[in-house]
């Protein structure tokens, strides 16, 4: 329901002249469900919406289950034009070897890490990290959780490439 709900805010977006792409969450479950992925192109057609105007966020633990099985699955996502992104970076089984077989489009770095730069060194070290390891990938890197302008200061100054939390706006509704 959700992936459809999103899927056609983003196809009306569009219709008004607005090129907006939407994210949705995927657990493990669904992702490993039958027929997920013709599930993904079906929605994007009956919405006629392309499909690099939808990112599915997945955990780390689906790339670390059924290797195999996951890279066919996001091979598959990849040539519908779908992005992917690992949601919360570095808080699962993080595997640099998967990251660089799987045809992921972003890291998303977890508000865990984000929450306490730019003072504190062990985060801003870890973020630092991910922000170089996301470029030597050549993949976008998105900071979930910023709430300070410290927090987005410090993010700019190392070159992650977008960033979402409270300091830029709250939840809004479709309006």
């Not at 030597?136 to 100054?157: H, P, Y």
């Amino acid at each position: 329901w959700v992936l459809g709900q999103a899927v056609q805010q983003a196809a009306r977006w569009r219709l008004d002249g607005l090129q907006v792409p939407v994210s949705v969450n995927v657990s493990a479950l669904q992702f490993q469900q039958t027929g997920f992925v013709e599930r993904v192109a079906s929605v994007l057609q009956e919405h006629r919406l392309p499909g690099h105007f939808l990112e599915l966020e997945l955990t780390e633990s689906i790339l670390v289950r059924d290797a195999d099985e996951a890279l066919a699955r996001l091979s598959q996502l990849s040539r519908l034009g779908v992005r992917l992104a690992i949601d919360d970076f570095g808080t699962g089984y993080s595997s640099l070897a998967y990251l660089k077989r799987f045809p992921i489009d972003r890291l998303k770095i977890d508000r865990s890490f984000v929450s306490g730069v730019p003072g504190d060194d062990s985060d801003a070290a870890i973020v630092r990290a991910v922000v170089q390891l996301a470029r030597a990938l050549e993949m976008k890197v998105i900071a979930e959780g910023v709430e300070t302008e410290a927090q987005r200061a410090f993010l700019v100054d190392i070159g992650c490439d977008e960033f979402q939390g409270f300091l830029h706006a709250p939840a809004l509704d479709p309006a």
